[in-house]
């Protein structure tokens, strides 16, 4: 029997924490941080997604980072137009000021790195292809990554 008699709350909690070992791993033994920094980089991510793909890439998601990739999420909102590195890293930065410091540039390169490694190839592949091409440099393989 599970910890807390449902199942599906013991697979999420268990693969949320495989998620912030790997985030873990790139920025420092910080669980709190790494929490923070998966969900600040999703909500940009979100933002900047057309609401269809933003929504397939969220039935990817274990069910507790869907909860923080949902956050403060508004579908009346067209997605950004961000064009440079810059705009999307500025709302990441901004995110996670009230965290002990982390590069904005390195936030996004761990949760990019986790996200590839844990949501199915075509649809990481779709997510990529839909940033702009300077967005794209912080996606695993990619130049400047």
Do not use: C
Request: aromatic content about 6%; cysteine-free.
């Amino acid at each position: 029997m599970s910890a807390n008699g449902l199942d599906v709350f013991d697979k999420t909690i268990q693969t949320t924490n495989i998620w912030l070992k790997e985030i873990m791993d790139d920025l420092g033994p910080d669980r709190q941080l790494a929490w923070h920094t998966l969900g600040v980089v999703l909500r940009t991510l979100r933002d900047r997604l057309p609401p269809d793909l933003g929504a397939n890439l969220a039935a990817e998601l274990p069910l507790l980072i869907r909860g923080a990739y949902y956050d403060q999420y508004n579908p009346s909102n067209q997605p950004s137009r961000d064009r440079s590195i810059d705009e999307f890293l500025d709302p990441v930065a901004d995110g996670l000021k009230a965290a002990r410091p982390v590069d904005p540039g390195d936030a996004a390169r761990a949760v990019f790195k986790t996200l590839v490694h844990h949501v199915d190839l075509g649809q990481s592949a779709k997510v990529r292809d839909a940033l702009p091409s300077d967005i794209q440099t912080l996606w695993p393989g990619s130049v400047g990554a």
